[in-house]
C-alpha cells in the first residue's frame, strides 16, 4: 500500500487543531507532569532542521507521559521583545510589533507542520501588552522589596520602613549598595526625598551608576553576550565600557542560595560548575589601605590576607572613582589615555585575556598597614570594578597575573618565606608558606594563618573577615524601543512605581526608533508618554510641569525580563487577576523537564532561578526552584560549502587547484551546488548576488569543486536546511525520526539529507505491516510466542531509552523490531496495535492513521503505554556450543531449565558426543548455565 505521508499528516494536523487534542485541563486527578522547551525567540528566517531538534526531544518524551496516565502541560510561546526586530525597524521604518507577527506566523506554521503536540491555547508573548503587564507587576514588587540578611529572604519595604521608624539602622542585617548608620529619629526628621533616596540603597530593583557595555551605533546597553571581541554581536559595532545610571537587579542578595540550590537540580555537571563559578563564592578578609598624602582610603578583597606581608603595589580598575582624585598632575596624561583604551574592551574580553598585562601608573602609594611600607598604586584592566572592591593587593610571589605585573614594570617581587632559620626559601606557588616578618604567624600552616591574620586585622582596625561573591547585580536597563517600559516616573529626581491599576504601562507610538537628539533612548520621541499623578493616566509630554504630570522612564526591561517568568504564566495564561492563581502554581510546581541550550548557563537560567526565589519569598508561589530536571540538547551541524576568490580579483579557482594561488575561502549558498555533489552551478552562482554576476571560473576536469566543512548551521554560512523542504519530501514523521537517528541528544552532530531515505524506507515498511497489497489486513488471531517476544523486546528497550533520554537508540529498536515482524509476516492485531502505541510518541502522525485504520475512534495519544511482560523473555531453549578441550565441535538445543546433572546424562546419551569421544574417557564435565558446555578429555 502506497505511504501517502502529505494526506495523512495534513489529515492528523487539522484533527489535532480541531479537536484541541492537546489542550490541558487544570481540573484532574492525574499526577501533572510539566515538560517545556527554552523560550524560542522568533527571528525573520524562521526555523532550519537544526532548531526542533530539542522540541522533537521534548516532544517524544510529554507524549510518552501522557501514555503512562500523567496530566501533561507542554505549551509553546515566543520571546517576541528583542534588538533584531528593532534594528529591523530602523533600517525600515516598519514597526517591530509587525515584523514580530509576521516572524511568529511563519514559526507556528512550521512548528505545527511538524507536529508537535503543544497546547496552542496557552501560547504567550512577552511583547503582548497582557503579558508584560505581570512582568511590570514583577518588577514593581521587587521594588517595594529588601533583602532580610537575618531572614534570608525577600521581604516587602514596608517593613524595612517601620524599622527605620523604631530603631533606626540600629541591627538591621541588610542586603545594600552603601552602608548607612541613622536613628529613628533622623529617619523621621529627613525629607521625603533624602528617605526615597535612602530606600533606593536596599531595594531589590534600584537605580544607580554602573558601568555598562555601551554600542553607540546601536543607541543602546549590551549585555555581555551581546558582545564579542569588543563589539556587537548585531552589526560588529564597537562598544564601549561607559558609566551610565541604569537599573539594576540585585541578584547578589541571592548569591549564596542560587548556590546552594544548585545541589538539588539534576542538571548537567558542566552547566552547574558555570553558575558556580559566575557566582564565584570566595571568603578572606577586607582590608583597608591608607594612601599616601590623601585623606581617601584603598579598600581592597583577598582570599589571602596572610599573604599581606608580601603585598609589595596595589592595582585599581581603570574606573575605580579612587583614580581621578590620587592620580597625580605627571601621570593625568598616561593614566587617562590607559582609561581611554580599557573602554573599548568588554570585561568579558579582560577577564579571559589572562596573558598580556597592561598598566598605568597613578603616581600614588599606598601604605601596608601592617609594614608600612610604600606600595606603588598602578591602574590595569585586569582589575574589574564589579568584582570585590574593584582594588587588588598584589603579590607577584603568590599570583601569577600578578608576576607577569610586576616583571612588566619592574617592581619588587618579595619572596614569601617563614622566620624559621631551618627553613628554606619558600616556591613561587607554595600554598603553605608564611609571610616574611610576620612573628604572630610563624609555624603556622595556610588556615591558622588566614584566621590569625584575620584577627589581627580586625584588631587593627584596618578590616574585617567575610565572603565575597563575584557575581554583580544584574543591570536591567536597555536604551532601546522594542522592550516592556519600565513602570516608573520621577518626581523631584525620584523615581515611583506606577500604581499597579495602571498598568500595563503600553509601549507609546514614536515616530523612529533611534535615540533623541538629545541622546535620550528611543521613547523620548514618544509624544504621549508622561504621567499625571494626579488623574492616574498617560498623557501627553508636552504636559510635564513637574508638579502634577511627570516624566516617565524612558529605558525598557531587558529581553530576560519576559523570559524570567514564562514558565509559570504557562499554567495560568489568561488570567487578568494574577500572573498565576496559587493554586495552579502549587498544582504545576516545577517544570519537570526542561530542555534547550547550555548557553543560557549564567544569562536567563541564573535570572529566572532567582526571580523564582523572589517570588516564592514574597509568598506567589511555592516552589524554590523553576526547573527540577535540565538536558542542554546538542547542535545539529550543517555542511558548509565555500568557493575560492583570488586575492584582488573576480575570479574563482576550484578547490584542488586553490593552493596555487593565494585565495579567501568564501562561503556559498548549498542550493547552488548540482544535487547532493561538491559540483558549483556556477551559472546560479553568477545570478546569486550582482557582484558575483562577472565571476570568472578556473575549473578543474571541466567543473568548479567547492570546499566542503561542517560547522554551525546558520543563515549567514548559507548552509542552512529547510524542514519545510524536508517534511515536503519525507514527511514531518521521517524529520522526527531522523534528528532523533542522528546520535545522542546533547551530542552535536552534522547533519546529511541523503539519511532521510533510511528511516522513511522504515516508515513505509512500518506502514506496510497493515496491509496485504492494497488492502488493510490485520487479523484477530492470537500471536505466537515468537511475535510476543519481538514487542515486548521493544517495549522493555524503548520504556528504558526514553526514561535515559536515549532517543537515538529507540529508533534503532523500531527497525529492528519492524524488520523481525515482516520476516516473519506478523500481522497480529495483539501485536500490531500496541506497536502503533510504542511507535506514536515518535512518529505521531503514521500512528495515529494506523489506529484509526485498527478501528478506534479516540487518538492515539492517551492510550496507556504496553506493559511490559518479562515471561515472554524467557528462552525456552538455549542452543549451547559443546566443546572438547576448549574446541567447539557442533551446537546442540537443550531446554533452558535443565541442571548439570540433566545436561552431562543427556550428553553422554548423545551420538555426536560418542562419535567425537571414541574410546577415551571424560575427565571432567563443564557446564555454564545457557552458556557452554566443555567435555574434557
Known amino acids: 500500500m502506497f505511504y501517502d505521508h502529505q494526506q495523512i499528516e495534513k489529515k492528523w494536523q487539522k484533527y489535532w487543531e480541531d479537536n484541541q487534542t492537546y489542550k490541558t485541563s487544570n481540573n484532574t486527578d492525574k499526577p501533572k507532569f510539566y515538560v517545556l522547551d527554552m523560550f524560542p525567540y522568533p527571528s525573520g528566517a524562521g526555523l532550519h532542521v537544526g532548531h526542533p531538534l530539542g522540541y522533537i526531544a521534548s516532544d517524544i518524551y510529554a507524549r510518552y507521559k501522557r501514555h503512562q496516565g500523567f496530566n501533561v502541560l507542554h505549551p509553546v510561546g515566543y520571546d517576541s521583545f528583542g534588538l533584531p526586530a528593532e534594528q529591523y525597524a530602523i533600517q525600515t521604518g516598519q514597526h517591530p510589533a509587525i515584523t514580530t507577527e509576521q516572524n511568529i506566523t511563519r514559526y507556528e506554521e512550521q512548528l505545527r507542520k511538524i507536529g508537535f503536540s503543544f497546547d496552542w491555547s496557552r501560547e504567550v508573548r512577552t511583547s503582548d501588552a497582557s503579558y508584560y503587564k505581570w512582568t511590570q507587576w514583577i518588577f514593581i514588587e521587587l521594588f517595594h522589596s529588601w533583602y532580610n540578611k537575618d531572614t534570608d529572604k525577600a521581604e516587602p519595604i ?143 578583597f583577598t582570599t589571602r590576607p596572610d599573604t599581606i606581608f608580601g603585598a ?165 536597563s536597555r536604551q532601546r524601543y522594542w522592550g516592556e517600559p519600565v513602570p516608573i516616573y520621577y518626581k523631584d529626581g525620584m523615581p515611583y512605581t506606577l500604581p499597579t491599576s495602571a498598568l500595563p504601562l503600553e509601549l507609546p507610538e514614536v515616530e523612529k526608533y533611534l535615540p533623541t537628539e538629545d541622546g535620550d533612548p528611543p521613547l523620548g520621541n514618544a509624544k504621549t508618554f508622561a504621567w499625571d499623578e494626579a488623574n492616574q493616566k498617560v498623557v501627553d509630554t508636552n504636559l510635564i510641569d513637574e508638579k502634577t504630570v511627570f516624566p516617565l522612564e524612558l529605558s525598557t526591561m531587558p529581553g530576560w525580563a519576559g523570559s524570567s517568568w514564562y514558565f509559570l504564566r504557562y499554567m495560568d495564561p489568561n488570567d487578568d487577576e494574577v500572573f498565576v492563581k496559587k493554586e495552579l502554581a502549587d498544582y504545576w510546581g516545577q517544570v519537570d523537564l526542561y530542555i534547550g541550550g547550555s548557553e543560557h548557563a549564567t544569562g536567563h537560567l541564573l535570572y529566572s532561578r532567582f526571580w523564582n526565589m523572589f517570588l516564592k519569598d514574597r509568598g506567589f508561589i511555592n516552589h524554590d526552584e523553576p526547573f527540577q530536571k535540565l538536558i542542554n540538547q546538542g547542535m545539529i551541524l550543517g555542511m558548509s560549502a565555500f568557493v575560492y576568490r583570488i586575492d584582488g580579483t573576480n575570479q574563482y579557482v576550484s578547490k584542488n587547484l586553490a593552493k596555487d594561488y593565494r585565495t579567501q575561502a568564501i562561503h556559498v549558498d548549498v542550493s547552488l551546488l548540482k544535487g547532493t555533489s561538491d559540483e558549483l552551478d556556477t551559472e546560479a552562482f553568477k545570478a546569486w548576488r550582482p557582484d558575483y554576476s562577472d565571476a570568472e571560473f578556473i575549473l578543474e576536469d571541466g567543473k568548479y569543486i567547492t570546499g566542503r566543512e561542517v560547522e554551525k548551521m546558520s543563515k549567514s554560512k548559507y548552509n542552512v536546511v529547510n524542514p519545510d523542504d524536508i517534511c515536503e519530501e519525507y514527511g514531518a514523521d521521517g524529520l522526527r525520526l531522523y534528528e532523533m537517528f542522528l546520535g545522542p ?123 511490559l511482560d518479562e515471561s515472554y523473555l524467557v528462552e525456552d531453549e538455549i542452543d549451547y556450543p559443546v566443546s572438547f578441550n576448549g574446541k567447539m565441535k557442533f551446537k546442540i538445543k537443550l531446554a533452558a531449565d535443565l541442571g548439570k546433572e540433566d545436561v552431562e546424562k543427556l550428553m553422554m546419551e548423545n551420538d555426536d558426543v560418542k562419535k567425537v569421544l571414541g574410546d577415551k574417557s571424560v575427565k571432567n564435565f563443564i557446564f555454564v548455565p545457557k552458556k557452554i558446555i566443555n567435555i574434557v578429555m
Open 158 to 300: 514596608s517593613s524595612l520602613i517601620k524599622r527605620f521608624e523604631e530603631k533606626g539602622t540600629e541591627g538591621l542585617n541588610a542586603n545594600q549598595n552603601d552602608e548607612l548608620n541613622f536613628t529613628a529619629e533622623e529617619w523621621k526628621e529627613a525629607s521625603e526625598m533624602d528617605k526615597e533616596d535612602i530606600l533606593l540603597n536596599y531595594r531589590l530593583a534600584y537605580r544607580a551608576e554602573t558601568t555598562v557595555n555601551w554600542c553607540p551605533a546601536l543607541g543602546t546597553v549590551l549585555a555581555n553576550d551581546e558582545v564579542k571581541d569588543g563589539k556587537s554581536e548585531r552589526g560588529g559595532f564597537p562598544v564601549f565600557q561607559k558609566k551610565m545610571m541604569q537599573w539594576s537587579m540585585r541578584i547578589s542578595a541571592y548569591s549564596e542560595r542560587l548556590l546552594q540550590g544548585l545541589k538539588t537540580l539534576d542538571w548537567p555537571q558542566p552547566l552547574k560548575d558555570s553558575q558556580e563559578y559566575w557566582i564565584g563564592k570566595s571568603q578572606g578578609a577586607q582590608v583597608k589601605f591608607n594612601v599616601e598624602g590623601h585623606d581617601e582610603i584603598v579598600e581592597v
Open 312 to 476: 609589595t603595589f596595589m592595582v585599581l580598575a581603570p574606573e575605580n572613582p579612587l583614580v581621578e582624585t590620587i592620580t597625580t598632575a605627571e601621570q593625568k596624561a598616561e593614566v587617562d589615555t590607559y582609561i581611554e583604551e580599557t573602554s573599548k574592551k568588554s570585561e568579558r574580553d579582560r577577564m579571559s585575556d589572562v596573558k598580556n598585562v597592561s598598566g598605568a601608573f597613578t603616581g600614588s602609594y599606598a601604605l601596608n598597614p601592617f609594614s608600612g611600607e610604600r606600595m606603588p598604586i598602578y591602574i590595569s584592566d585586569y582589575v574589574l570594578m564589579g568584582y570585590g572592591t574593584g582594588a587588588v593587593m598584589a603579590v607577584p610571589a603568590h599570583d601569577e597575573r600578578d608576576h607577569r605585573f610586576a616583571k612588566k614594570f619592574n617592581l619588587e617581587i618579595k619572596k614569601v618565606v617563614e622566620t624559621d632559620e631551618d627553613v628554606q626559601e619558600a616556591s613561587f606557588d607554595s600554598k603553605d608558606s608564611i609571610c616574611v616578618n610576620s612573628d604572630f604567624l610563624n609555624g603556622l600552616n595556610y588556615n591558622d594563618a588566614k584566621a590569625a591574620i584575620i584577627v589581627a586585622i580586625e584588631k587593627k582596625g584596618i578590616g574585617h573577615g567575610t565572603t565575597n561573591y563575584r557575581q554583580r547585580d544584574a543591570i536591567f
Open 745 to 867: 541528544l546533547e551530542q552535536s552532530k552534522p547533519w546529511n539529507t541523503q539519511g532521510l531515505s533510511g528511516v522513511y524506507g522504515f516508515l513505509k515498511k512500518f506502514w506496510n505491516l497493515y496491509f496485504d497489497g492494497d488492502t488493510f489486513s490485520v487479523s484477530d488471531e492470537e500471536p505466537t510466542k515468537a511475535e510476543y517476544k519481538v514487542l515486548h523486546t521493544l517495549i522493555k528497550k524503548v520504556v528504558y531509552d526514553i526514561e535515559n533520554f536515549s532517543f537515538n537508540t529507540s529508533v534503532s529498536s523500531f527497525m529492528i523490531a519492524v524488520n523481525e515482524l515482516q520476516k516473519i509476516k506478523c500481522n497480529k492485531r495483539n501485536i500490531l496495535q500496541p506497536l502503533a502505541v510504542i511507535i506514536s510518541p515518535y512518529a505521531p502522525h503514521i500512528c495515529e492513521e494506523v489506529w484509526n485504520l485498527l478501528g478506534n475512534n479516540d487518538s492515539v495519544e492517551f492510550e496507556p503505554f504496553p506493559v
